[in-house]
Nanobody
Framework: QVQLVESGGGLVQPGGSLRLSCSNSGGTFSDYALAWFRQAPGKEREFVAAGRWNAGSTYYADSVKGRFTISRNSARNTVHLQMNSLKPEDTAVYYC??????????????????WGQGTQVTVSS
């Protein structure tokens, strides 16, 4: 059973940092890949970052590369998204997702079976 719960969103000034967390209330993430997507008002949901832990691979959108880091804890039941140097254009609802994509499909929303409820991130002075 996979039930994803996000936390850690909030209001931050430009240049600041936030760390989002995604936990599985049903247990560990097992062999699922975990990803973060975001959706700003009036825009489509877009890929942010993903980790295919069994393959030892992480993936990032060009817009966040070098600023965001996805990681998983050793107990394999929580995934974090560390967000540094935040910009106003990072403002969105951030969603955690679990699935079993392959490399070529890791950025697609339809590669993921389970989704969290989302957490709001607002970057503003």
């Amino acid at each position: 059973q996979v039930q994803l719960v996000e936390s850690g969103g909030g209001l931050v000034q430009p240049g600041g940092s936030l760390r989002l967390s995604c936990s599985n209330s049903g247990g560990t993430f097992s062999d699922y890949a975990l990803a973060w997507f975001r959706q700003a008002p009036g825009k489509e949901r877009e890929f942010v970052a993903a980790g295919r832990w069994n393959a030892g691979s992480t993936y990032y959108a060009d817009s966040v590369k070098g600023r965001f880091t996805i990681s998983r804890n050793s107990a394999r039941n929580t995934v974090h998204l560390q967000m540094n140097s935040l910009k106003p254009e990072d403002t969105a609802v951030y969603y955690c997702a679990a699935g079993r994509p392959i490399t070529s499909t890791v950025r697609r929303t339809n590669s993921y079976y389970y989704w969290g409820q989302g957490t709001q991130v607002t970057v503003s002075s």
